[in-house]
């Protein structure tokens, strides 16, 4: 078997044990580390990392966290009444890329739909909260 590009996989790999528990927790460990390492890839492509770094979980958590910031606060500003056709907006946005004769990847398309639902969800709430709370300051 061809080695991996990583060395952390390849140790994994080459243990060898006839405990099916063993061979269980092998197989969880290279699978958890093949998924830190991905995802670790995609936010040194986007930018959000530098490619000089090894991959922790410590900067993958600080990325996450900061890229569901970005979309909530996104999420928080566009719900304003102001923006009411957002959420079709999106949604027209994302059946015209589905038609488009250029391929956009299924995770792109299905994120405008999700964006416009998260916007009227985030609208629902704050709604719901300003009610709350003017029912107890008034």
């Known amino acids: 078997m061809p080695a991996s590009e990583s060395p952390v996989l390849d140790v994994l790999e080459s243990i060898e044990s ?13 699978d958890s580390v093949a998924f830190v390492e991905t995802l670790f890839s995609v936010f040194v492509q986007n930018g959000f990392l530098p490619a000089d770094r090894e991959p922790t979980l410590a900067d993958l958590e600080v990325v996450i966290d900061c890229v569901f910031g970005e979309l909530t606060s996104a999420s928080l500003f566009l719900s304003d009444p102001n923006f009411a056709r957002v959420p079709g907006m999106l949604r027209a946005v994302e059946s015209q890329l589905a038609e488009a ?21 985030t609208r629902l709430s704050t709604s719901h909260f300003k009610s709350l709370l003017g029912n107890k300051l008034g």
């Not at 006839?18 to 197989?27: F, G, H, I, R, S």
């Open 18 to 30: 006839d405990d099916p528990n063993v061979k269980k927790a092998l197989d969880f460990a290279s």
């Open 101 to 121: 004769s250029e391929p956009i990847p299924p995770v792109v398309l299905q994120g405008f739909g999700r964006l416009a639902t998260r916007i009227e969800n």
